[in-house]
């Protein structure tokens, strides 16, 4: 016996297994596997149209799977609707601007703590958030529809930790951010990292990735075409040619 809980908890585990999905006639995802467990960060990497969004749509019951298996701690979920996949501690960020920008910061965080609240241990409240944020404090009042690219970020990020997640599913965190905010990205990645969250990125940006995540998946044209550590990878000429990263 251990633990804020009373009992001991393995770590959760969310395993796709070998999914297949469509759009219309269009085999977009042709057999990808991978797997997160809770306290690790791994990236998805890709070029643009590899299918690492379709991936996470799929993962999160907003696109039908054809095939294969989405597995949470040992569980069948695939295409289970995204409030219970969010519910079981799943959170998905998905990319661009996806808040409700003439509520006010504040009633976006409302909304996220009032729809699908897990009970934990440890559970997220506002002052926790703004802990971590401490310029969400300052912009309560503010319309989301006019937070800077790198303060909307952050919302969709306090959004889906109010609702407890252990996983989270982050599409292009970085996409459109001037450079000091994905430093800043890095760090509040990383602290969540170190609250022990399960992190699954999806970047475009592979060399942010790769400085955060421990293990990487090179997703291309709907299969996974390679697993290896991170560090690996960012020492591969090879590797980092085809996603396009420039050696400097
Ligand atoms: N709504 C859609 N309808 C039809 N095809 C789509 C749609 N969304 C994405 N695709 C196609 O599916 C493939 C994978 O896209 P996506 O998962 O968005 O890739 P990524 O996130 O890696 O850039 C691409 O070929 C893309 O053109
Ligand atoms: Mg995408």
């Known amino acids: 016996m251990s633990s804020r809980e009373g009992k001991v908890r393995r770590p959760r585990e969310l395993l796709i297994r070998d999914i297949h999905a469509y759009y219309g006639l269009s085999h977009v995802l042709q057999g990808v596997s ?15 149209g590899a299918g690492k969004t379709t991936t996470m749509r799929a993962v999160m ?55 699908v609240k897990r009970r934990t241990a440890s559970a997220w ?14 912009l309560r009042n503010r319309p989301a ?11 969709k990020l306090a959004r889906a930790l109010l609702t407890n997640p252990d996983i989270l599913l982050l599409d292009e965190p970085t996409e459109g951010l001037a450079p000091t905010v994905v430093q800043d990205m890095g760090r509040w990645l990383r602290g969540l990292r170190d609250e022990g969250l399960g992190i699954l990125l999806a970047e475009q940006n592979a060399v942010f990735a790769l400085h955060l995540a421990q293990r ?32 400097r």
């Open 61 to 115: 019951g907003l696109m039908p799977v054809r095939s294969g298996d989405v597995v949470l701690d040992g569980r069948v979920v695939t295409g289970r609707p995204p409030y219970e996949l969010c519910r079981a501690g799943i959170a998905f960020v998905p990319s661009g601007r996806r808040v409700f920008g003439s509520l006010s910061v504040a009633q976006n965080l409302e909304l996220a703590s009032r729809s």
């Open 145 to 155: 529809g006019f937070l800077s690219g790198g303060e909307q970020q952050m919302l």
């Open 216 to 247: 990487c998946y090179v997703l291309e044209k709907g299969l996974i075409r390679a697993e290896q550590p991170a560090g690996e990878l960012l020492k591969s000429e090879e590797g980092l040619r085809y996603l396009g990263v420039a050696r």
């Open 125 to 138: 409240d506002r002052e926790r958030v703004e802990a971590l944020f401490p310029a969400l404090a300052g």
């Open 34 to 48: 991978l797997a997160i467990r809770e306290g690790e960060t791994v990236a998805i990497l890709g070029r643009n």
